[in-house]
């Protein structure tokens, strides 16, 4: 029995391996297709990761703000409350970094008259010269620079004064608290 021509020039459709199981390969456009997919998703991805990243920060950055506030109430309330009016205002010109039971690991120290390059971006910085905390913008994709350029904001202690009242005939205008906020006001994923 002799088999056809036709049955002898059929490749066969699969390779056969191991346990007589069928093995076939991919086609170098299935594999192209499959490396073009994979880098799509990658790259979203990776993009993704970036855009949390940079929100991840501005958080942090909010959270030691945020900490520092209260330090700074908490101080204010306690100076107020010995009535030494003359030590709160003193609030205004101190390094907020100390108020905190312990320092971020991102706070790089005091300088004088820093520029962008002084610290690292990503850290906290305080500004001798103005004094002001200083806080370097790491990823800045989503956030809107300063009339400098600058990629950095600054945040100050603003002493708050009661408004003098006319209508009692005496200066009223004593200090009536204290906040920690930007000086400029800045935009970052707004």
Known sequence: MSKSPRQQAA??????????ICQRGFTLIELVIVIVIV???AGTLLNRVWFYQEQAEKA???????????????????LMARGTEAEATALATDNPMNWLAKQPANYS????????RSVAPGNWMFDLKTRELVYVVGRAEYFVADK?????????????HEPARETTGRNSGGL?????EPVEPYRWFD
């Open 11 to 20: 490749p066969p459709l699969c390779k056969r391996g191991a346990g007589g």
């Open 39 to 41: 880098a799509i998703l």
């Open 60 to 78: 942090a950055m909010v959270e030691v703000a945020g900490a520092i506030q209260t330090a700074l109430v908490l101080k204010y309330g306690r």
């Open 109 to 116: 120290g005091e300088y004088y008259d820093p520029t962008p």
């Open 148 to 160: 400098g350029g600058q990629r950095w904001i600054r945040y100050r202690v603003n002493l708050l």
């Open 176 to 180: 009536a608290g204290v906040l920690f």
